[in-house]
């Protein structure tokens, strides 16, 4: 008798196992759990005072990146403003744009934000140095000091400022 037990318990353990040996529910799939996604920003970046903005390549990783929507803000609103701050782009390649203020320079931070469709969200930061427009002297003398609309020499405070005949590029500001 011990035998039959026995044989029975070794034939209903692996059909247990197996949901049931025929005609069961079928084995569902493993539930995914949302998860935050994440986003990878290049190193600090440097820009120029003036330029048009730098597009910076950055990466969004979710389960579905295309619905992932990128928020971006610095700490210093005098330098880059929220709106001077934008993304572009979907799915997981992206760009953000940042363009600083006209004439500024300095340092900030940049935060940069992803949520997803069922608002879970990740933030990155990155340094962002705007260092100062660097320009000729000739090149700045020729802006600040343009003839006038009649080709007459412009005055300021009193001072003329002309253009002698042999030095046509301003190469005596030069020196």
Not at 15 to 32: I, N, R, T, Y
Not at 132 to 149: I, K, L, T
């Amino acid at each position: 008798m011990k035998s039959q037990r026995l044989y029975l318990a070794v034939l209903v353990l692996p059909l247990a196992a197996c949901g049931g040996g025929g005609g069961g529910d079928p084995v569902s799939p493993p539930v995914q759990v949302n998860q935050a996604p994440s986003v990878a920003v290049p190193a600090d970046q440097v820009l120029v005072a003036n330029d048009a903005g730098k597009a910076i390549a950055f990466t969004v990783s979710d389960e579905t990146p295309g619905s992932v929507s990128v928020t971006a803000t610095a700490d210093d609103q005098l330098l880059v403003a929220t709106g001077d701050v934008t993304s572009d782009g979907s799915g997981r390649e992206r760009t953000l744009v940042v363009t600083p203020g006209e004439d500024r320079a300095g340092a900030t931070v940049i935060t940069v934000t992803a949520t997803d469709s069922a608002g879970l969200s990740a933030q990155v930061r990155f340094a962002v140095t705007v260092n100062p427009e660097q320009r000729s002297m000739q090149e700045f003398a020729r802006s600040e000091f343009p003839a006038g609309a009649d080709g007459a020499p412009s005055l300021i405070n009193a001072v003329e400022f002309l253009r002698d005949a042999e030095d046509d590029d301003f190469a005596d500001l030069l020196l």
